[in-house]
């Protein structure tokens, strides 16, 4: 039986691992990865185990380019061993990646990637696109950047890496720790890729928002007493349990009131909803230990964002949403994680509640600031307070204003059940169903 996409994708990070290892070079070790998977879905026979046979494939190729340059003496007393399976490469003593038995291999690769070598941004680009799978163009568009920007800063990061440290190394235990948080942000980047390009993805390989959700999982079953570990499995787990009433039957994106809550998966709801109670369980436990010489430490970014997920995930309508705690929750995310992203949603968060206690005055200071974000700024917060700014229209009675503003977001969002929704808000049929 021919190996399935779903095996394919799911063998890769084990496999850029391994020959990455071997190769010193995240560079290298995706090029013969990439060569290997080629010729695993050339291969007209059977292949009991992909990562296995892949691996094996790699290394081969690896060893004839080390013959071409004619270093194979130098080389081989290192080299010519037998070809191992991937267990026997887990648990070598001598494997470079021992120090790290049992770690996932996507986190392995995290891990190298977030090195402190790198600027913030850098690792964010390297770890995304190399572990992630992530495009230039998505990864430049998460972090509100130009495509040519984000692929100057992957060649120069994996330059970097490879000048700085000479060889691929998993970094020990200390270091990870050092490097999680940033670890955290490229899987919570990779799932908010997910959530804003596909909101119904029928395609399961192609689900980075499950794949993202499997990362959360690894994390958690290292790291199961870390609250912000803990914290963004339940924000991934609680947008996966809302997703399925994102749309309607024709594929047309809903508004928060619009949608069919009965459609929810109810056991993802409930587990999403135990790590966000587990993650400021751990966060109370962890101020209370903190040391009288320093302050009682605040919940992290996603622990509040997993308080925030839960609010709107147990409200029983939208209606009966509790906006003055999600405001109050966002002006604390705001202090923990400045970012665009979160001003917006903090600005949306205080329309619903001014529209529900018929507060014109504040309805005036979010319109202001929504303008001002429109205006300038990364190009997803700009396209999130146009949404706003429409939605704010359409919900005082300004219907031509909003079909204005919804016509304008239709020419240019993807997906295509987002543009649908503008369409149908702008009440324009033809265009809704094309």
Not at 2 to 11: I, L, V
Not at 40 to 46: I, T
Not at 189 to 203: C, E, K, N, Y
């Amino acid at each position: 039986m021919r190996p399935t996409p779903e095996e394919f994708a799911d063998a890769w990070p084990r496999i850029v691992r391994a020959l990455a290892a071997l190769t010193g070079s995240l560079d290298d070790a995706e090029e013969y990865a990439a060569e290997s998977l080629a010729r695993a879905a050339a291969d007209p026979g059977p292949i009991d185990s992909l990562a296995a046979w892949c691996i094996t494939v790699g290394k081969r190729a690896w060893l004839d380019e080390q013959r071409r340059r004619a270093t194979l003496a130098r080389l081989a007393p290192q080299l010519a061993e037998p070809d191992v399976d991937e267990t026997a490469m887990t648990h070598d003593p001598d494997d470079p990646l021992a120090a790290s038995a049992g770690l996932d291999d996507r986190l392995a690769l995290l891990y190298v990637a977030c090195d402190e070598e790198l600027s913030q941004t850098s690792q964010l680009v390297l770890a995304l696109r190399v572990v992630c799978g992530l495009t230039v163009p998505e990864i430049a568009g998460h972090l509100g950047i130009q495509d040519t920007a984000a692929a100057a800063r992957l060649t120069r990061a994996k330059k970097t890496l490879r000048e700085a440290r000479g060889e691929f190394r998993v970094p020990p235990v200390a270091e990870r720790e050092r490097r999680l948080p940033v670890v955290l942000a490229c899987v919570a980047g990779m799932f908010t890729v997910a959530h804003r390009t596909s909101l119904d993805p029928v395609d399961a390989l192609a689900d980075t928002g499950r794949q993202a959700l499997s990362m959360a999982d690894a994390l958690v079953a290292t790291l199961p007493d870390d609250a912000e570990v803990r914290g963004l499995r339940a924000v991934v787990r609680l947008a996966l349990a809302r997703r399925p009433g994102r749309v309607d039957d024709t594929g047309t994106a809903l508004a928060l009131d619009e949608v069919d809550r009965s459609r929810w998966d109810q056991d993802l709801l409930a587990a999403g909803l135990a790590d966000a109670h587990a993650a400021m369980d751990l966060q109370d436990v962890t101020s209370r230990r903190a040391v009288p010489t320093r302050p009682e430490q605040s919940p992290g970014r996603f622990t509040l964002e997993a308080a925030i997920s839960g609010l709107h995930s147990i409200a029983p309508s939208f209606a009966e949403t509790d906006w003055d705690m999600i405001v109050t929750l966002y002006e604390g995310l705001e202090r923990v994680w400045p970012s665009p992203a979160v001003t917006v949603a903090q600005l949306a968060a205080r329309m619903h509640r001014a529209l529900a206690r018929e507060d014109a005055d504040e309805l005036g200071h979010v319109e202001t600031a929504l303008l001002e974000l429109a205006a300038g700024g990364a190009a997803y917060a700009r396209r999130d307070a146009r949404l706003a700014l429409a939605d704010l229209a359409w919900r005082t009675g300004l219907r031509e204003q909003a079909a204005q503003r919804y016509l304008a977001l239709a020419d240019e969002l993807t997906p295509e059940s987002l543009r649908r929704f503008c369409l149908r808000r702008a009440g324009d049929p033809a265009g809704w169903g094309a």
